[in-house]
């Protein structure tokens, strides 16, 4: 299996010519990973099938599973799909960042069907990272790109971890240091009718509901791992380690993940302290690079602080949900889920 993905894989830092690399890269259907300011994405031509079913292999994703297509600008992603008066609102306040927004696609649009699992909308972002905004400008085609991990891990926030999950997959990483935001982009369907929430993540529901002034639907956890969001499994985020959520203590062979110290005294085998002082959003930036270093010291489980569900902590508690999640038995080794 592996013999027929073999490339050779560089991590280089982002550079102006490292980036003219990756395009060139991309544009003949390679595969390269970049920083964004959510989570390191793998990206890949989403006009091209064949760069998109490249994508699938490398991360072991099963097809069903549609991609985020990555824009310069708002202009760009608006040509692409029909965004209706909540989606141009939300476009205008939060483009460029870290939210998603999912459309019925337009008849003229370039992204190819496997990029969108055959759906007949699309899910669209227009990155502010300096490094992914320069690396599509010069491309000049959108860029398909889940997170840069082995489906079923847990998303990289860093080159390296890039480099532990897909190592002789891809062939380039431009390596831009550690994400500002660490959770992934906020998933919003508008599709006529009230905003839904499909999936929480870096902007908070409260800012993107103070901008249409109105309250977003939330999909229930089960719906939402329907057919409208397919990427929402309910275990996705999976650490080798067991996951236990809201510990108040912490046994024998379990590794700490702290918040606000609240299991600093417990005398944890590992520990790791994803915000000292309470603050959910330097919590979120620790989220995944606090997970992998845990589960890197051969713990059985993982216990876990509780953590509040306001801002970014409900964006923080949906990934651990999944973390903690039973797993079917091949997720383990990292072949079923996103
Ligand atoms: O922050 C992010 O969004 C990162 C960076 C790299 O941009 N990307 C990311 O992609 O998290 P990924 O593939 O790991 O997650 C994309 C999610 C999946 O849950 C997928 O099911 C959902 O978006 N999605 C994509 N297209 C969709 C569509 N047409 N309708 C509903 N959900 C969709
Ligand atoms: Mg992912």
Same mark, same amino acid.
């Given at each position: 299996?592996?013999? #027929? ?13 490292? &980036?003219?690399?990756?395009?060139? &890269? ?28 490249? *994508? ?11 991609? *985020? ?20 609102? =939300? ?9 998603? !927004? ?32 320069? !690396? &599509?400008?010069?491309? /000049? ?5 889940? #997170? ?20 002789g997959r891809i062939d380039l990483i431009l390596d831009a240091g550690p994400c500002n935001y660490g959770v992934e982009s906020t998933i919003v369907a508008c ?5 839904? =929430?499909?999936?929480?993540?870096? &902007? ?7 901008t249409l002034g109105e309250r977003l639907d939330r999909a229930a956890p089960e719906a939402a791992a329907g057919p409208i969001a397919p990427g929402a499994l309910?275990s996705h985020y999976a650490p080798r380690a067991g996951v236990r959520l809201d510990a108040q203590d912490v046994g024998a062979a379990e590794a700490a993940l702290?918040?606000? /110290? ?33 589960? #890197?010291? #051969? ?16 964006? *923080? ?22």
């Open positions: 299996m592996s013999a #027929s993905f073999y490339r050779q894989t560089r991590l280089v830092p982002a550079t102006a010519e490292a &980036i003219a690399e990756a395009a060139k &890269i991309l544009r003949a259907g390679g595969l390269v990973a970049m920083p964004t300011e959510t989570v390191y994405g793998l990206a890949g031509l989403a006009t091209s099938d064949t760069a998109v079913a490249a *994508i699938y292999a490398a991360k072991g994703r099963p097809a069903f599973n549609p991609l *985020i297509a990555h824009f310069a600008d708002s202009a760009s992603a608006a040509g692409e799909a029909m965004l209706d008066s909540r989606a141009l609102r =939300l476009a205008a306040a939060f483009w460029p960042g870290p939210l998603t !927004l999912v459309a019925p696609v337009a008849a003229a649009g370039r992204v190819g069907l496997l990029a969108r699992s055959g759906l007949d909308t699309l899910a669209l972002r227009v990155p502010a990272h300096p490094v992914a905004q320069a !690396l &599509i400008q010069a491309v /000049g085609a959108p860029l398909a790109a889940p #997170s840069a991990n082995r489906s079923g891990r847990v998303s990289p926030t860093r080159a390296e971890h890039v480099a532990e999950d897909l190592d599709l006529g009718g009230p905003a839904r =929430l499909l999936r929480p993540g870096a &902007i908070a529901v409260e800012d993107l509901e103070k309910a702290d918040f606000a /110290g609240q299991l600093r005294s417990c005398g944890a085998v590992s520990y790791f302290e994803l915000s000292p002082g309470g603050d959910l959003a330097e919590a979120a930036a620790n989220l995944f690079a606090g997970l992998r270093r845990l589960d #890197s010291q #051969s713990v059985r489980a993982i216990a876990v602080a509780p953590i509040p569900d306001r801002g970014l902590g409900a964006a *923080i508690n949906d990934r651990l949900r999944r973390a903690a999640a039973p797993r079917p038995d091949d997720t383990l080794s990292g072949t079923l889920y996103a």
